[in-house]
C-alpha cells in the first residue's frame, strides 16, 4: 500500500455574479453540498481594479442583497436594516461555521488598469487602497468587518511589454504592506499557462514574493477555435497545451512545486456540426458560445454498455451511432468528450480529475 500523500491545498473560486442565476448559487450552496468541509480556502471572486484603487464589484450582490432564511448561511434571515448584507455576511458566516476556511479576495480587472495601477507612482496609493477595502473590513459607512478575507489573490491577466517590468513590484508591495498589517495574511497569484505570457518580468523572484501561484491549466481549447479538442488535458501528444506542460514550464521558471496550484474548469465548451471523423475530435465545427457548467453536460451522459469496469480507461467506446451522445475518452489524458454524430463537448469528470 503507497503512502498517504501529503495534504494537497483544495482551492475553489466562488463566483460573485452566481447569485443572478435561474437557480441562484449561493454561499449556502456550499453547506448544502458538503464542498465547504473539503476546501481549505475560497477565492471570492470578485473585487474590482478601476480608477486607481480596489473597489466593491457588485454592491448589491456583496453586501446589499437581503437573504432570506432559506437562502442564509445559519438559516436565520438577514435585516433589511442591517449594515452588512449580501455575500460578505454570508461568506463572515460560513467562516463562523467552518473556522479552518480561508477566504481570499480575488482582485481582477482589465489589463490597462492593472497595467496603470503598477506604475511607481501610483502602486503604493492603489495597495493600500486593496489594503483599506478588504483586508481592514472598511466595506462602506459603518460597515467595517476586518479579518473577513484573509489575503489576495492577484488576477492580471495579463502584464505585456513594457508592462511587465512592473509585474513583480506590484506583488511585492501587495506583500510588504499585507506583512504590516498582518503577518500571516496570503498573497496569491493567477498565472496563464506560460511564463513566456509575461515579458520581461522577474518570474525567477516570483515565488519568493507570493504564497501560491494558481496556474490557468484550462481552457486549452474552446469556442475561439472552430477546431474541436480538450478543455485541460492532463498531458497530450499533440501541440495542445497540458497540465503538464504548464506545470514544467513554471517549474523551469523558477516557481517551486510546493506553490503552484493546478486549475480545473467545473465547465466545458461545445460544438455543432462537427463531422463524424475519429468521433468529432480535432475536427472543425461551430463553436457553440459560452461555457457551460458540468451539471448541465453531465445531464447529456448516457450510460455505455461496454466491457470491463467504468475505472477500465484502456477499454474503447464503441464506434459513434446516431442517438444519444456517446462518452469518448483519450487515452492519454484520459480525458472525457461527448460526440453524438454532430454535437461535441469536452470536459473534466471524476475519473480525469483523479489522474
Not at 454561499?27 to 473585487?47: T, W
Not at 514574493?209 to 474541436?228: C, H, I, K, Q, R
Not at 457548467?293 to 447529456?300: N, T, V
Amino acid at each position: 500500500t503507497p503512502a498517504p500523500l501529503p495534504h494537497r491545498l483544495l482551492v475553489g473560486y466562488f463566483p460573485q455574479w452566481g447569485l443572478y442565476d435561474d437557480t441562484p448559487y449561493t454561499v449556502k450552496a456550499l453547506v448544502d453540498s458538503k464542498a465547504a468541509e473539503l476546501l481549505d480556502q475560497i477565492n471570492y471572486a470578485q473585487g474590482f481594479v478601476t480608477g486607481g484603487r480596489c473597489s466593491i464589484a457588485d454592491p448589491n450582490a456583496d453586501v446589499d442583497h437581503t437573504y432570506a432564511a432559506e437562502a442564509s448561511v445559519d438559516g436565520s434571515p438577514d435585516s433589511p436594516e442591517a449594515s452588512l448584507r449580501g455575500n460578505f455576511h454570508q461568506l463572515a458566516e460560513l467562516k463562523r461555521m467552518y473556522p479552518h476556511l480561508r477566504i481570499l479576495i480575488s482582485l481582477e480587472g482589465r489589463a490597462s488598469d492593472f497595467a496603470a495601477d503598477a506604475q511607481p507612482e501610483q502602486r503604493a496609493a492603489f495597495v493600500a487602497s486593496c489594503v483599506d477595502l478588504f483586508l481592514k473590513g472598511n466595506f462602506k459607512a459603518q460597515a467595517s468587518v476586518p479579518g473577513l478575507f484573509d489575503g489576495i489573490d492577484l488576477d492580471w491577466e495579463f502584464p505585456r511589454d513594457a508592462d511587465s517590468a512592473n509585474y513583480l513590484p506590484l506583488l511585492s508591495e501587495f506583500r510588504r504592506q499585507m506583512d504590516a498589517l498582518k503577518p500571516g495574511l496570503v498573497l496569491s497569484v493567477a498565472l496563464g499557462p506560460s511564463p513566456r505570457m509575461y515579458g520581461d518580468a522577474d518570474i525567477s523572484a516570483l515565488g519568493g514574493v507570493v504564497d501560491e501561484a494558481g496556474l490557468m491549466t484550462y481552457d486549452f481549447n474552446g469556442p475561439w477555435s472552430t477546431t474541436t479538442g480538450l478543455i485541460a488535458p492532463l498531458s497530450s501528444k499533440s501541440d495542445d497545451g497540458s497540465v503538464e506542460r504548464s506545470v514544467s514550464a513554471w517549474k523551469a521558471a523558477g516557481i517551486p512545486s510546493e506553490k503552484l496550484l493546478i486549475g480545473l474548469p467545473f465547465y466545458g465548451y461545445g460544438w455543432k456540426q462537427v463531422t463524424d471523423t475519429n468521433h468529432g475530435f480535432g475536427q472543425d465545427g461551430r463553436p457553440i458560445r459560452g461555457d457551460h457548467p458540468y451539471r448541465s453536460i453531465e445531464k447529456l451522459i448516457t450510460p455505455l454498455d461496454r466491457p470491463g469496469s467504468p475505472d477500465d480507461l484502456s477499454v474503447t467506446a464503441p464506434d459513434q451511432l446516431p442517438g444519444p451522445p456517446v462518452l469518448y475518452r483519450d487515452p492519454v489524458s484520459h480525458a472525457p468528450w461527448l460526440f453524438d454524430g454532430d454535437s461535441f463537448w469536452t470536459y473534466e469528470d471524476a475519473i480525469s480529475i483523479r489522474f
